[in-house]
T-cell receptor
Framework: DTGVSQDPRHKITKRGQNVTFRCDPI?????LYWYRQTLGQGPEFLTY????????KSRLLSDRFSAERPKGSFSTLEIQRTEQGDSAMYLC?????????????????FGEGSWLTVV | GDSVTQMEGPVTLSEEAFLTINCTYT??????LFWYVQYPGEGLQLLLK?????DKGSNKGFEATYRKETTSFHLEKGSVQVSDSAVYFC???????????????FGTGTQLKVEL
């Protein structure tokens, strides 16, 4: 049983460079989420996919951030022209929902995160 | 908007001590409530959950009861171990996103240190 996997686990980049993170959700999970976590804080929602459709984006997601899930399986999160304030852990999560289900109790499973340090 | 408030840490306990980590929430509608645990350098793991009032979630000796009247979901464990040292996050989902997805809103986390 494979959980949510993220790659790379750690990335150090210079300010102004672009970075891309990949997330492979739990197989057959149709929902995929990206969160950001800074030191001493809880994770904050960034964006969410239902299959391949990006249905919600937080105000935290500036124009330099873009996320895709082209085939409804894996997802990528790209940050362009990185800034020091982008340094954080980027968490991917997934869950399974049934057709027509709108309950709020579905369990969301998280990956181990991708640490980004912008120097 | 929805929010979660947790007691500040770090909480330092001796092994076998009783643990309580307080969590209160503000939400519209009827949220589901969760506790997640994060070990050093790792992602979040679901510890337990409760989806309606008076439900009790439990796992690995940890328990939390959904109290709608006090809007609380306090985490308890009768006898902590060194291996329980981690950061604990209380969270809720109630804001249904477009298409029915859940958005978790987290507290700031409470660090627990258990010493021998």
């Amino acid at each position: 049983d494979t959980g949510v996997s993220q790659d790379p686990r750690h990335k150090i980049t210079k300010r102004g460079q672009n970075v891309t993170f990949r997330c492979d959700p739990i197989s057959e999970h149709n929902r995929l989420y990206w969160y950001r976590q800074t030191l001493g804080q809880g994770p904050e929602f960034l964006t969410y996919f239902q299959n391949e459709a990006q249905l919600e984006k937080s105000r935290l997601l500036s124009d330099r951030f873009s996320a895709e899930r082209p085939k409804g399986s894996f997802s990528t999160l790209e940050i362009q022209r990185t800034e020091q304030g982008d340094s954080a852990m980027y968490l991917c999560a997934s869950s399974l929902s049934l057709l027509g289900e709108r309950g709020s109790g579905n369990t969301i499973y998280f990956g181990e995160g991708s640490w980004l340090t912008v120097v | 908007g929805d929010s979660v408030t947790q007691m500040e840490g770090p909480v330092t306990l001796s092994e076998e001590a009783f643990l309580t980590i307080n969590c209160t929430y503000t939400a519209t509608g009827y949220p589901s409530l969760f506790w997640y645990v994060q070990y050093p350098g790792e992602g979040l793991q679901l510890l337990l959950k409760a989806t309606k009032a008076d439900d009790k979630g439990s796992n690995k000796g940890f328990e939390a009861t959904y109290r709608k009247e006090t809007t609380s979901f306090h985490l308890e464990k009768g006898s902590v171990q060194v291996s329980d040292s981690a950061v604990y996050f209380c969270a809720l989902t109630s804001s249904i996103l477009t298409g029915g997805g859940n958005k978790l809103t987290f507290g700031t986390g409470t660090q627990l240190k258990v010493e021998l």
